[in-house]
């Protein structure tokens, strides 16, 4: 089918208007294609969106759809107030704006964490931290070295090593408590009869092992206490070290 042209006179603009000719396009002699009102579509295909004035623009590209913003290194993108970035499904959030206050969530952080950070309590969530102790509990056989934790967390892992200098049975234990010398709950505890020698017992090794357990939180332990210790009543280890692996919340 051949095609309709309509052109104006030279030197002319061509503009199709509404009866009031309060919306119009406009096709001018330069070239340019201007729309006054709003300009509605299912789809438009564009590869450069420019600003009005024509100083700053966005780039689409062809094939990957990737948008470069290549013609202006200041370009700000603003969220609005109470919106943001949403993953694929809509509703889960991860970069959000509420009250002038920006939170990042359902993300997971791999780079550095400049000197200038502010940390809720001093501790970025999902990290992890250990807690090494050097002859940890082995001052006698009903005593324990205490730690209390500094922020929410999971006790998720730890490794206890020394030696047991003579073949009695050997044993350890991991308590939680809401405070330092009394054993509330016993989340982790080995024992290993005719035990001499080096010994490194790791948390798979446990008789009882209730790890991860939560810690810090409302209603919830603040200290954990670290025992060894031999049958009998007997104290055999040496050179004991135990670390504490924390997740945290």
């Known amino acids: 089918m051949a095609d309709r042209i309509i052109k104006p006179d030279s030197g002319n603009d061509v503009v199709v208007q ?13 070239g340019d294609v201007e729309v006054t009102g709003d300009f509605k579509a299912t789809t438009v295909k564009a590869t450069n969106l420019k600003a009005n004035d024509g100083t700053a623009s966005l780039e689409i590209a062809d094939s990957t759809g990737d948008i470069g913003f290549s013609t202006n290194t200041n370009l700000k993108i ?11 499904d809509g509703s889960t959030q991860v970069l959000t704006e509420s009250g002038g206050s920006v939170t990042i969530q359902n993300a997971t952080f791999d780079g550095i964490i400049g000197s200038n950070a502010t940390l809720s309590g ?23 070295v205490w730690y209390k934790v500094p922020t929410e967390c999971q006790l998720v892992d730890f ?8 073949s009695h049975t050997a044993i350890a234990a991991v308590y939680t408590s809401a ?20 010994q ?32 009998n009543a007997h104290t055999y280890w040496t050179l004991v070290t135990t670390t504490l692996t924390f997740q945290v919340d």
């Open 18 to 30: 509404n009866n009031a000719g309060t919306r119009k396009i406009e096709v001018t002699n330069s």
């Open 78 to 88: 603003k969220l609005p107030s109470a919106g943001g970035i949403y993953e694929s």
């Open 122 to 144: 001093g501790y970025l969530s999902g990290s992890k931290f250990d807690v090494t102790f050097y002859e940890a509990g082995s001052a006698s056989a009903t005593a324990e």
């Open 159 to 166: 490794t206890i090593s020394g030696y047991h200098s003579t």
């Open 179 to 198: 405070s330092a010398g009394t054993e509330t709950t016993n989340v982790w505890y080995r024992e290993q009869a005719y035990t001499s020698g080096w």
């Open 200 to 231: 490194t017992w790791v948390t798979a090794n446990g008789t009882t092992n209730n790890l991860p357990v939560n810690l810090g939180g409302s209603g919830e332990h603040t200290f954990v206490g670290v025992r060894t210790t031999s049958a």
